[in-house]
């Protein structure tokens, strides 16, 4: 069963208009992540929550932003998607920030902006 | 910032070969990961490493760490082209990042 859910799994948007991506959970988690993945690139990490506590990389374009609702949930909003922004989006989890404990990753949305 | 490199990007074997990945880190991290990436698809967990010489094997695949000289290997014995995909190590210190990706391919 999957423990980490992405919907959806393809999404077009419109250059421009404003998209969300979501994530869900069931393994009571307390840190969620999101990468963006360029083709033939590695993920690159966007932001973290763990738990309410939002974390931003320093060179995430502010055009990108989150929401943590509760637990289980946590979205990705793009306000005004750009040509640039076509990537596989990937959301994690994990119990901790430190400790060793693994991540585990949804299926990913790949955004395409047309 | 946290550094980590991968090598090679690219690895092109013949089957029943055996080959290492390397991954170094800058980080003073004890806690490596490995992940299968399929094309199109997500990260699939391979190995996570814990602990200096730490060593797991699953399959054809072995991954060890060293801390002390921050390096994780990832053998591969007698390749199959089921292994054909992209390999990333991962070193999670306050976050988790990603070497940059060795895309192997096995031919054969």
């Known amino acids: 069963d999957a423990m980490v859910i992405q919907n959806p799994r393809y999404q077009v948007t419109q250059f421009g208009k404003p998209v969300t991506l979501s994530c869900s959970q069931t393994?009571?988690?307390?840190?969620m992540y999101w990468y963006q993945q360029k083709s033939s690139q590695a993920p690159k990490l966007l932001f973290h929550?763990?738990?309410?506590?939002?974390?931003n990389e320093a060179d995430t374009p502010d055009n990108f932003q989150s929401r943590r609702p509760n637990t289980s949930f946590c979205f990705l909003d793009i306000r005004s998607p750009g040509l640039g922004d076509a990537a596989m989006y990937l959301c994690?989890?994990?119990?901790?920030?430190?400790?060793?404990?693994?991540?585990?990753f949804g299926q990913g949305t790949r955004l395409t902006v047309v | 910032e946290l550094k980590v490199e991968q090598n090679p990007l690219f690895l092109s074997m013949q089957e029943g070969k055996n080959y290492t990945i390397y991954c170094n880190y800058s980080t003073t991290s004890d806690r490596l990961y490995w992940y299968r990436q399929d094309p199109g698809k997500s990260l699939e967990s391979l190995f996570v490493l814990l602990s200096n010489g730490a060593v797991k094997q699953e399959g054809r695949l072995m991954a060890s760490l060293d801390t002390k000289a921050r390096l994780s290997t990832l053998h591969i014995t007698a390749a199959v082209h089921d292994l054909s995909a992209t390999y990333f190590c991962a070193v999670a210190d306050t976050d988790m990042r990603f070497g940059a990706g060795t895309r192997l391919t096995v031919k054969p």
């Open positions: 994690a989890t994990s119990r901790a920030r430190t400790g060793g404990t693994e991540a585990f």
């Open positions: 929550y763990y738990d309410k506590d939002f974390n």
């Open positions: 393994l009571n988690h307390n840190v």
